[in-house]
């Protein structure tokens, strides 16, 4: 397949009128389940979404982003596949567990993971740390289940490195357990007791903490203590799905709305068969246990499933020449003016994909980048990029084909009028 093929099928999902047609065409061959006929689509939406455009009906402004996977910016676009399955698994009811058991069963299968691994699909990977270290909290026990997050009986720490705190380990302190900072090797065999339940690793700092990703797990289990890798957006490269099982963690959690491209409130739980039981047993679809409110759909399950597979059957070293030919494209035209330059660089972990860095001479170019990226978000077309004090950033991985002819005329015409 050609990448021109390639990147016109992913931008499938932008047409609601062929999106449309998909899921038509979908219900048609799908037609009969056994002796149950499904229901059939109308052939013409009436009211909300008639136009085509709901957020337009809406009043909410799309953007086009070159920022990355950002959850506020809703992820990344389902692949058209994932949106053909979802309909599928929305025509009939299901005993949810056994979904999660049989589609975890197919994930670890497509991952080739050690024989001692399960999966299961979770709300986004930050309910996959949650459920993850309450069934570690809990194991199988329902007392303990409806307690949390009361942790009367149960263990009631967690060991993580202090570069490795962030926003998300909110989702590790809402089970009630107490954070424990450490730096050094020294600091960990000091901080371990009879309280210690799990030990956390947080991928995307690894570079920042003095101890790293293979020797964390290390650790913990010369100390027979679970350790957890949340891995969320670490992927590209395909390979970090089945690394870190490889390396013996106990769970690692992914998102399944970046890069990956299934549902955006999806997420994988990968870890040891009975850590990942436990963790199902104190998420929904049960009730009274703290996982509940973190509901995952069939739809999303049966999505994330069909996500991954054709995640790993691309090709990769295409997409990724797609994506670098895209930076030097808007480099080559943002450049030609003058005092303008660009470099750039891959993230060792966490958005591995190639990145630009854009920068001006304020005495050529009077414009703060702060500035900058305001008014390219409240431009028509609304345009999206990182910014910081020394200039803009972006990535070309979630740009439709096209998008980038787009940022580096707007790039010009913003750099043109701020121009001395």
Known sequence: MTIRNLWNRRTFIGSASIFAGMMLNARKIFAFSGSRRTAALPEKLTGFGATGNVYEELGVTTVINGQGTMTYLGGSLPRPEVAAVMALAAEHFVPIVELEQAAGKRIVELLKLPADYDAIVTCGAAAGMQSGLAGILTGNSSKFIEQLPDLTG?????????SHRNGFDHQLRATGVKLIEVETREDVKRAINSQTAMMHFSNFANASGQIKVDEWVKLAHENQIPAFNDAAADTPPVSHLWDYANMGYDLIAFSGGKAIRGPQCAGLLIG???????????????EDTLGRGMKIGKEEIVGMVKALECYLNED???LDKEWWRRLDSVSAEITRVPGVATSFNVPDVANHVPHMHIAWDPRKISLAPRDAAAALKKGKPSIVLGSSESGL???SFMLKPGEEKIIAEQLVLLFKAHSA
């Open 154 to 162: 149960m263990k009631s720490e967690v060991i993580i490195q202090k």
């Open 272 to 286: 040891k068969k009975e850590l990942i039981a436990n963790a199902l047993l104190n998420n929904s679809p049960y």
């Open 316 to 318: 990769h070293a295409a």
């Open 393 to 395: 950033a972006m990535n």
